[in-house]
């Protein structure tokens, strides 16, 4: 449809409730790209496209679609861009796209530790409404084998500021990362820092491991052993049974999931959980995704 319009570079990536959004890459790549399990953007140096190339996109795009009312900045890390770089382009969407309602990017504690409070309220009064935040797990030691950048604790903090900010938390975890051997304390602890953090939305993806990625060769030497679909569920019925009952909407209903959920916390997660515990007391795959269907 962008034909001629926006190019596109490599694998674009944006979050399932984007599905709606205008993609545009602000930034190609990711600025951490080290999670050990991640095999989005490997093939992608960081760096923030040039300002003028974006403008004629962006102008380009508009002619095509002048009612475009939602925009995803992609890729990985968009609001790694300088606070005064990422205020022209929110000025610049909303000159071209009059019925502009919402702005939407991935964030994270590298993009936002040099964000003050102040130009995260400036990006909102621009039109910037969501962030989307990885927190992938909550366990330090967990945290420590992935290899990301930051910390549970700091991921806590930068959903607390970007809350403060006025703007709407979604945030990300992923259920199996912590293999065999942390099973429990991924869930413990996870549920811990999502209850501190209290985002509008959590989505639990399921891990997949990619072949290429450094979790893929820790499988194959035995270092790390994967969970199969029953401790999946187990861990994620671990997870919500310690969760505080804040307000959100709560997603497990990406392609990686075995167990398709959507639902509203904290009304519907009695049910929820109820609903794990028979699957888990029947052992019945019936209503599971098999495992060669499910997807990134
Ligand atoms: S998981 Fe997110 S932060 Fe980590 S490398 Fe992938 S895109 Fe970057």
């Given at each position: 449809m962008f034909e001629g319009a926006v190019s596109y570079e490599g694998v674009v990536i944006r979050p399932p409730s984007e599905a709606g959004s205008l993609i545009?890459?602000?930034?190609?790549?990711?600025?951490?790209?080290?999670?050990?399990?991640?095999?989005?953007?490997?093939e992608k140096q960081f760096r923030i496209k040039d300002f003028a190339v974006f403008e004629r996109e962006v102008s380009a795009a508009a002619k095509v679609m002048?009612?475009?009312?939602r925009v995803f900045l992609a890729?990985?890390?968009?609001?790694?861009?300088p606070a005064a770089g990422f205020l022209k382009i929110l000025d610049l969407l909303s000159e071209k796209f009059k019925a502009l309602s919402r702005v939407s990017a991935y964030g994270s504690v590298k993009s936002l530790e040099n964000k003050t409070l102040a130009e995260l309220r400036e990006f909102k009064a621009r039109k910037l409404g969501t962030v989307y935040l990885g927190f992938e797990t909550g366990d330090e030691k967990v945290y420590r084998l992935i290899n990301k950048y930051g910390s549970p604790g700091g991921n806590v903090e930068t959903c607390l500021k970007v809350k403060e900010a006025g703007l709407t938390a979604n945030v990300t975890v992923i259920l199996g990362l912590g293999g065999k051997a942390l099973s429990e304390a991924h869930a413990v602890n996870t549920a811990r820092v999502l209850t501190l953090a209290a985002p509008s939305q959590v989505a639990a993806l399921t891990l997949m491991i990619e072949p290429g990625t450094p979790l893929h060769d820790l499988r194959a030497s035995g270092e790390f052993r994967e969970i199969d679909e029953f401790e999946i569920l187990s861990e994620q019925k671990i997870m919500l049974e310690n969760m505080?009952?804040?307000r959100c909407q709560y997603f497990s209903?990406?392609?990686?999931?075995f167990l398709p959920v959507a639902a509203r916390f904290p009304k519907d997660k009695a049910a929820v959980i109820d609903a794990l515990n028979q699957i888990l007391l029947s052992?019945?795959?019936?209503?599971l995704t098999p495992d060669f269907m499910r997807g990134l």
């Open positions: 545009l890459q602000a930034t190609l790549g990711c600025s951490d790209n080290g999670c050990i399990f991640c095999p989005a953007y490997k002048p009612d475009i009312r890729d990985g890390d968009a609001l790694a861009i505080g009952d804040f209903n990406h392609a990686s999931n052992r019945n795959k019936s209503g």
